[in-house]
């Protein structure tokens, strides 16, 4: 997954906040379609929401207008498109790494993981807190691929 340009340095208009969205939600443009980006506030913040369907998932974002800061996000990737996204099998320390890399500045160690297993599939659900924004998440263990995740600005 790449790392995300979630905080960048100029207000950020509709199209680079689709592009930040999908950066951070790791989907190549010409997979979205549904797209909906959309002037509105997120705690008193004036933010865009993003919205974007995939044949493998649902996406929301909210992305600060004045930073491009990502403050809200909300996604799910379908269990049954795993096998066909690809991926390699993932440590619990590389889990941690591609939590990190999506929050910019966080450190990987301050990363809350646990091992599951749900469906017949081993994962990692964890999160993370940091500058204000809570992380959930679920990580499929066989692909490295994010299954869920969702970050919520706390005030």
Not at 16 to 42: F, H, T
Not at 136 to 151: H, M, V, Y
């Amino acid at each position: 997954m790449p790392a995300s340009s979630q905080a960048a340095s100029a207000q950020v208009d509709e199209d680079g906040a689709l592009i930040l969205a999908l950066e951070n939600a790791g989907v190549p443009e010409e997979d979205a379609y549904n797209i909906k980006v959309e002037r509105d506030r997120e705690q008193d913040t004036p933010v865009y929401k993003v919205e974007f369907e995939t044949e493998y998932g649902d996406y929301d974002f909210a992305v600060t207008m004045a930073e491009g800061r990502i403050i809200d996000a909300d996604y799910e990737v379908d269990e049954e498109w795993l096998e066909r996204l690809g991926g390699q099998p993932v440590t619990p320390e590389e889990a941690k790494d591609i939590v990190q890399s999506k929050v910019p500045g966080s450190n990987a160690g301050d990363v809350q993981l646990r091992e599951e297993k749900a469906d017949g599939r081993d994962r990692y659900e964890g999160e993370l807190f940091f500058d204000g924004i809570k992380y959930e998440f679920e990580i499929d263990s066989q692909t490295g691929i994010i299954l869920d995740w969702n970050a919520d600005l706390r005030k």
